[in-house]
């Protein structure tokens, strides 16, 4: 009896060990993970279930169809990590001594975060989307970075390391972030993500001591915001572009003025020298 179920068990811990090695998602991981086999067992799993928004189809098949021009033959995954490509380059940019016909004369430097694995770039554990950016105008080594999942990231170091004090407000998501010029201190972020429709957005968020805390300044349900303009002269003074209209506040977003709320607002920026005239441009 004993040896029945001594036997018994052995063969659930290998069976259990199989059906692991054999999912997707694990080979997903594996750092010596081939993409055609990976990809068979996500079609496998995938051929019998219905596709429905929001289920991970898509997401895995977006990636995939990304990936498969770039891996060799042998389907070693590594060999197309953006990493990888990004290292090749700027080495190939030392060993012709950077200079090459096929580049412009800006001068641009990865500040990551960048994750140390080969197969990281390809699972749900990669560093992900960013969202939005903005410098502190009197330090550019300080700046504040927005995921649209991840939280809002700060660093004072010019990209090194990275500081989230958004992990114990109750959204992760953030879609625009503006530093006001008259005072560092003062800060706008707008939550959810602009290329979400479906994402949930609880407003304009401020903070007045340079991101260490926040609190809601209005709630703008479903709208979500793809720009923060401050006045550089008035922080009081800013206006959010949303995919519901534009909105102004000339009490730091206490009270707010609507236009073209039937238009789908991307981007607004003040005139040079002039902050009487704004462009702002529309999602279509």
Request: with cysteine; glycine share 8%.
């Amino acid at each position: 009896m004993m040896k029945n179920f001594t036997l018994f068990i052995l063969l659930l811990i290998c069976t259990s060990v199989f059906s692991q090695s054999n999912r997707w998602e694990d080979k997903l991981k594996q750092k010596d993970a081939n993409f055609f086999e990976t990809k068979k067992l996500f079609e496998d799993q995938w051929k019998d279930k219905e596709i429905t928004k929001g289920s991970g189809y898509a997401p895995f098949m977006r990636m995939a169809n990304w990936i498969e021009p770039r891996v060799f033959p042998s389907g070693n995954v590594s060999l197309a990590s953006p990493l990888k490509a990004y290292n090749e380059y700027q080495k190939h940019l030392i060993d012709n001594n950077n200079h090459t016909s096929s580049v412009c004369q800006g001068n641009w430097t990865s500040v990551g975060p960048i994750m140390d694995s080969d197969t990281a770039f390809w699972t749900k554990y990669s560093i992900g989307r960013t969202n939005c950016v903005a410098v502190n105008p009197f330090n550019s080594q300080t700046f504040f970075v927005g995921t649209p999942a991840g939280g809002l990231w700060k660093t004072n170091d010019g990209g090194a390391t990275y500081i989230n004090y958004t992990d114990n407000l109750d959204y992760f998501g953030f879609s625009a972030v503006a530093i006001a010029a008259t005072d560092t201190n003062i800060i706008y972020a707008g939550t959810g993500d602009r290329f979400g429709n479906n994402m949930p957005t609880l407003g304009l968020i401020k903070s007045i001591d340079g991101g260490l805390t926040w609190q809601h300044v209005s709630s703008f349900p479903n709208y979500q915001i793809s720009k923060i303009l401050i006045n550089p002269l008035n922080a009081q003074s800013i206006l959010i572009s949303t995919y519901s209209g534009l909105f102004k506040s000339f009490d730091g977003g206490l009270n707010w003025i609507s236009s073209f709320t039937s238009q789908a607002f991307t981007d607004s920026e003040y005139r040079p020298g002039d902050t009487t005239t704004i462009y702002s441009t529309t999602r279509s």
